[in-house]
Antibody
Framework: QVQLQQSGAELVRPGTSVKVSCKASGYAFTNYLIEWVKQRPGQGLEWIGVINPGSGGTNYNEKFKGKATLTADKSSSTAYMQLSSLTSDDSAVYFC????????????WGQGTSVTVSS | DILLTQSPAILSVSPGERVSFSCRASQSIGTSIHWYQQRTNGSPRLLIKYASESISGIPSRFSGSGSGTDFTLSINSVESEDIADYYCQQSNSWPTTFGAGTKLELK
């Protein structure tokens, strides 16, 4: 079955960067787009961006340009999201999700990765 | 960006009742609306796509309707396992956006 397994919780210092991973299994990695979604504590869902693992093409929410960088490694079926210049506003749970194509629903979700930014 | 307004913020129900969630878009989006369930400390789970299309593995008590700007997710007979937050998402216009969610709680 399709699974998206994310890396573990991170506690990071302000001003630094963090890289979250999302390993796909149970399907051909290039068959699904990988989307990233942010959820602050007690808040709703916010779309960060999407990567096409086959082409490496990306599309970002304007709000996250310069903050998030999405990459994918076909050899390990793993997508990555790097967040830079971290502040307390970046403390959140980050989800990866799989969708068939641009504009589709997000069919599959990872378990989420908690990122806490604190000195 | 398209704004999705979900109402009410909180719904209180008794097991066995029928419940409906509303999602209103700031402009017409056809049927490009999807619904998700998120239990406490869990990941979102896709319930309905494109307003009314069912998803394999999702109980038949969940259904969706609507087009244009007004959409509804219904649960025919609420069970205790349905206690969760429910979100709508539009994929008609970039960037995709989510509603703020409706919390379903037991009376």
């Amino acid at each position: 079955q399709v699974q998206l397994q994310q890396s573990g919780a991170e506690l990071v210092r302000p001003g630094t960067s963090v890289k979250v991973s999302c390993k796909a299994s149970g399907y051909a990695f290039t068959n699904y787009l990988i989307e990233w979604v942010k959820q602050r504590p007690g808040q709703g869902l916010e779309w960060i961006g999407v990567i096409n693992p086959g082409s490496g093409g990306t599309n970002y929410n304007e709000k996250f340009k310069g903050k998030a960088t999405l990459t994918a490694d076909k050899s390990s079926s793993t997508a990555y999201m790097q967040l830079s210049s971290l502040t307390s506003d970046d403390s959140a749970v980050y989800f990866c999700a799989g969708g068939n194509y641009a504009g589709s629903a997000m069919d599959y979700w990872g378990q989420g990765t908690s990122v806490t930014v604190s000195s | 960006d398209i704004l999705l307004t979900q109402s009410p913020a909180i719904l209180s129900v008794s097991p066995g009742e029928r419940v409906s969630f509303s999602c209103r878009a700031s402009q017409s989006i056809g049927t490009s609306i999807h619904w998700y369930q998120q239990r406490t400390n869990g990941s979102p789970r896709l319930l309905i796509k494109y307003a009314s299309e069912s998803i394999s593995g999702i109980p038949s008590r969940f259904s969706g309707s609507g087009s244009g700007t007004d959409f509804t997710l219904s649960i025919n007979s609420v069970e205790s396992e349905d206690i969760a937050d429910y979100y709508c998402q539009q994929s008609n216009s970039w960037p995709t956006t989510f509603g703020a969610g409706t919390k379903l709680e037991l009376k």
